[in-house]
């Protein structure tokens, strides 16, 4: 090498040298806070790196606060010792394995049992792959949008879980899961949850699910890591994200797809869960929620169905007292029944309902056949009012959330048959109006005033965490007297001081009533005991209410029901039902049709002040109670109502798993090739056309004469 070579070397060195001591004196300055000690660029200049030996020893060793021989972990070296973590070989097991474990989690939260989640992906491998494939889906899309592995199974595994929840929590208290129809209240879940009873064993199992998901999210949070450079790019995303959109529209539309999710005709939403699991047993409802047109809906056919319907109204009359237009008051009660026949295993000293008692043995009174059990009032009242069977309205709607709003207008009511015949028409709830959507359907079927729990006094007397029912009583009489009295006054009262949950403690007092049973334990006697201090307070409501129509001096006509049996659940695995005989077991699924019929079985009566005298069965349904009450009262009826009045001879209730002939006799659908079946099917295609189709008859069918 030449001596100019040699020269610019060792000026290149020392310039070097030069630059690291100074690099090395900031580095000590920053160390002991030296605002003033400057900052140098870290990135060297573009000339040759000098190795390890061209430089002194004590630049190989790090500055260190100001104490030399102890070495200091650089930041980059600190990334090193983790970069393990954005590793394919970690990031990929958890990619692949986080759908697995929703799914696991979602299944133990319904099922309660480890053991029976893996005997059910064992036994339903498809039905657990498919939904494994969803899920999969869902994560690889929200990956490309987020590029977060733990957002991304988040979104996805949260959700999943809290339906899983909700499920189980409903089952547990009503008996049935959830519904495609119920997710219109999701919006009201915190009101729901309310109704569980405060400390009631949700299972093991509800527990290890969140905490297994948990676990899930906090090891990928600490161990699911990739740096931009490795994730996949704008390409990778958008190609992955394609095919999880081509998966979840393929599971949807894809002809085998749609064949594997389908199932028996009349299969419930329990046993869809029983075969694909809860999350594609949702999926599965809400792909067949869509409502099929009848094979027999033509032009034709609904116009036979006019022309039957205007035979059933020349071969009818109304039974009212002649001349007389009585005020009509219907109270619906809550969770009103016999306790004497519903707790068999109970021996009562003292009777919960001796005002009912004694004016059944007085007046006309029964059976009434709900179309819910333990839950549910807001399908009784509008099933009672329309005289639509709930089994008609599609799986993701209910009677009181039809999606398209303007069905309400379209939809027959006996209150807008009151409304035709001159009466003034009002509703009055003891609770909120965020439940069911009544603030916006009572008006839009007829109703001219409605009053929730807001509209009451502030000093309303209230009976634990609701209004009493004599608050409501109160109210009731109130409006009576404050009413415009060149009308009749139809007047609807829904009583929630008897609503669930039922526990000790639930209201200040005990009930104050005798009763023992050697079948129950105190925890379970205190929720008997609740439900009786409902029940009494009930009974004496609707004492001091017929006292009070017994001399105002008008005529009145009051008809009282129960909307359906208390929701008595103690656990996920027994009711009080179960406990003392009156069901087999808490699982609505294994309910025979009988015992389905018993279950949806409560008490009504038919009371006057003006000495009327209408013929009323012994047993009257949710179909056949506003119908009914349009003829007692002496109210002339759209041609909907006289076509109801001649089905009644084949069908008496038709909802989910429980159909009740004309006879009385119970099944779980219309017994193939018979009367009932064909009425059925009618029937469905008269609903079809004024909810859904082109409304043929319609108008005709619904048309309230002036």
């Given at each position: 090498?030449?001596?100019?070579?040699?020269?610019?070397?060792?000026?290149?060195?020392?310039?070097?040298?030069?630059?690291?001591?100074?690099?090395?004196?900031?580095?000590?300055?920053?160390?002991?806070?030296?605002?003033?000690?400057?900052?140098?660029?870290?990135?060297?200049?573009?000339?040759?790196?000098?190795?390890?030996?061209?430089?002194?020893?004590?630049?190989?060793?790090?500055?260190?606060?100001?104490?030399?021989?102890?070495?200091?972990?650089?930041?980059?070296?600190?990334?090193?010792?983790?970069?393990?973590?954005?590793?394919?070989?970690?990031?990929?097991?958890?990619?692949?394995?986080?759908?697995?474990?929703?799914?696991?989690?979602?299944?133990?939260?319904?099922?309660?049992?480890?053991?029976?989640?893996?005997?059910?992906?064992?036994?339903?491998?498809?039905?657990?792959?498919?939904?494994?494939?969803?899920?999969?889906?869902?994560?690889?899309?929200?990956?490309?949008?987020?590029?977060?592995?733990?957002?991304?199974?988040?979104?996805?595994?949260?959700?999943?879980?809290?339906?899983?929840?909700?499920?189980?929590?409903?089952?547990?208290?009503?008996?049935?899961?959830?519904?495609?129809?119920?997710?219109?209240?999701?919006?009201?879940?915190?009101?729901?949850?309310?109704?569980?009873?405060?400390?009631?064993?949700?299972?093991?199992?509800?527990?290890?699910?969140?905490?297994?998901?948990?676990?899930?999210?906090?090891?990928?949070?600490?161990?699911?890591?990739?740096?931009?450079?490795?994730?996949?790019?704008?390409?990778?995303?958008?190609?992955?994200?394609?095919?999880?959109?081509?998966?979840?529209?393929?599971?949807?539309?894809?002809?085998?797809?749609?064949?594997?999710?389908?199932?028996?005709?009349?299969?419930?939403?329990?046993?869809?869960?029983?075969?694909?699991?809860?999350?594609?047993?949702?999926?599965?409802?809400?792909?067949?929620?869509?409502?099929?047109?009848?094979?027999?809906?033509?032009?034709?056919?609904?116009?036979?169905?006019?022309?039957?319907?205007?035979?059933?109204?020349?071969?009818?009359?109304?039974?009212?007292?002649?001349?007389?237009?009585?005020?009509?008051?219907?109270?619906?009660?809550?969770?009103?029944?016999?306790?004497?026949?519903?707790?068999?295993?109970?021996?009562?000293?003292?009777?919960?309902?001796?005002?009912?008692?004694?004016?059944?043995?007085?007046?006309?009174?029964?059976?009434?056949?709900?179309?819910?059990?333990?839950?549910?009032?807001?399908?009784?009242?509008?099933?009672?009012?329309?005289?639509?069977?709930?089994a008609f309205v599609g799986e993701d709607e209910d009677l009181t959330s039809l999606k398209d709003g303007s069905s309400y207008e379209r939809i027959p009511s006996i209150v807008k048959a009151f409304a035709g015949a001159g009466y003034a028409t009002e509703f009055v709830h003891s609770y909120t109006d965020r439940l069911y959507n009544r603030a916006d359907n009572l008006p839009a079927i007829g109703f001219e005033k409605v009053l929730f729990e807001a509209d009451f006094p502030e000093n309303a007397d209230r009976a634990g965490p609701y209004l009493s029912d004599m608050a409501l009583t109160d109210i009731l009489i109130s409006e009576f007297e404050g009413r415009d009295r060149e009308k009749p006054l139809l007047l609807f009262g829904l009583s929630m001081e008897n609503?669930?949950?039922?526990?000790?403690?639930?209201?200040?007092?005990?009930?104050?009533?005798?009763?023992?049973?050697?079948?129950?334990?105190?925890?379970?006697?205190?929720?008997?005991?609740?439900?009786?201090?409902?029940?009494?307070?009930?009974?004496?409501?609707?004492?001091?209410?017929?006292?009070?129509?017994?001399?105002?001096?008008?005529?009145?006509?009051?008809?009282?029901?129960?909307?359906?049996?208390?929701?008595?659940?103690?656990?996920?695995?027994?009711?009080?039902?179960?406990?003392?005989?009156?069901?087999?077991?808490?699982?609505?699924?294994?309910?025979?049709?009988?015992?389905?019929?018993?279950?949806?079985?409560?008490?009504?009566?038919?009371?006057?002040?003006?000495?009327?005298?209408?013929?009323?069965?012994?047993?009257?349904?949710?179909?056949?109670?506003?119908?009914?009450?349009?003829?007692?009262?002496?109210?002339?009826?759209?041609?909907?109502?006289?076509?109801?009045?001649?089905?009644?001879?084949?069908?008496?209730?038709?909802?989910?798993?429980?159909?009740?002939?004309?006879?009385?006799?119970?099944?779980?659908?219309?017994?193939?090739?018979?009367?009932?079946?064909?009425?059925?099917?009618?029937?469905?295609?008269?609903?079809?056309?004024?909810?859904?189709?082109?409304?043929?008859?319609?108008?005709?069918?619904?048309?309230?004469?002036?």
């Open positions: 090498m030449s001596k100019t070579g040699k020269k610019s070397r060792q000026k290149t060195l020392e310039a070097r040298r030069r630059q690291n001591r100074r690099r090395e004196k900031a580095l000590r300055a920053a160390a002991e806070g030296d605002a003033l000690a400057p900052a140098l660029p870290t990135k060297a200049p573009q000339e040759e790196p000098v190795s390890d030996g061209m430089l002194p020893e004590e630049e190989k060793t790090p500055a260190s606060g100001g104490r030399r021989g102890r070495k200091e972990e650089r930041p980059e070296e600190a990334r090193k010792k983790w970069a393990w973590r954005s590793k394919s070989w970690v990031w990929y097991p958890l990619f692949l394995l986080g759908p697995a474990i929703i799914l696991f989690c979602c299944q133990l939260a319904t099922l309660q049992s480890a053991a029976e989640v893996f005997a059910w992906m064992g036994g339903c491998f498809g039905a657990a792959a498919f939904t494994y494939a969803l899920l999969l889906a869902l994560v690889v899309l929200l990956l490309a949008l987020t590029r977060s592995l733990f957002f991304s199974t988040l979104l996805v595994g949260a959700p999943a879980l809290v339906l899983s929840l909700a499920s189980h929590f409903k089952e547990v208290a009503n008996g049935v899961p959830l519904l495609v129809s119920d997710l219109a209240m999701a919006a009201r879940a915190g009101d729901i949850a309310g109704f569980m009873r405060p400390g009631m064993d949700l299972g093991e199992g509800t527990w290890w699910s969140v905490g297994v998901l948990a676990a899930l999210l906090l090891v990928i949070a600490l161990f699911g890591h990739r740096t931009r450079a490795q994730g996949w790019g704008w390409y990778g995303r958008t190609v992955s994200g394609l095919l999880a959109v081509l998966v979840l529209l393929g599971s949807a539309n894809f002809a085998p797809a749609a064949v594997f999710l389908s199932g028996p005709g009349d299969e419930i939403q329990a046993q869809r869960n029983d075969r694909l699991g809860l999350l594609a047993g949702i999926y599965s409802g809400i792909l067949d929620s869509a409502v099929q047109e009848p094979d027999a809906y033509n032009e034709n056919n609904m116009n036979a169905i006019l022309v039957e319907a205007r035979h059933a109204a020349e071969q009818s009359a109304p039974t009212a007292a002649d001349g007389v237009r009585p005020n009509v008051i219907l109270l619906m009660s809550e969770s009103f029944c016999d306790p004497e026949a519903v707790l068999p295993g109970v021996d009562f000293i003292d009777d919960p309902i001796p005002n009912y008692r004694a004016l059944a043995e007085e007046w006309p009174s029964g059976h009434f056949l709900s179309n819910t059990y333990a839950g549910g009032t807001g399908n009784v009242e509008m099933e009672v009012m329309t005289g639509v069977p709930i609503h669930q949950p039922y526990f000790e403690g639930k209201f200040p007092e005990s009930s104050g009533l005798r009763f023992e049973s050697d079948e129950l334990n105190e925890e379970q006697l205190g929720s008997v005991d609740a439900l009786l201090y409902g029940l009494h307070g009930a009974d004496k409501a609707l004492g001091v209410l017929l006292d009070y129509f017994e001399t105002c001096g008008e005529p009145v006509m009051v008809v009282f029901w129960g909307d359906h049996l208390p929701g008595l659940s103690m656990d996920a695995d027994s009711t009080i039902y179960s406990i003392l005989g009156y069901s087999s077991t808490a699982d609505t699924k294994a309910w025979s049709p009988e015992e389905l019929k018993r279950m949806h079985t409560t008490r009504f009566l038919v009371w006057n002040n003006y000495e009327a005298e209408p013929e009323i069965p012994g047993t009257v349904s949710t179909l056949e109670l506003g119908s009914g009450i349009l003829d007692w009262a002496g109210v002339e009826k759209p041609l909907y109502f006289h076509w109801v009045d001649a089905a009644l001879t084949d069908m008496l209730l038709y909802r989910q798993r429980l159909f009740v002939a004309g006879d009385g006799t119970p099944y779980y659908a219309p017994p193939e090739g018979t009367a009932a079946e064909e009425r059925a099917d009618t029937y469905r295609t008269l609903v079809y056309d004024i909810l859904y189709g082109e409304g043929y008859i319609a108008r005709e069918m619904t048309r309230v004469e002036p």
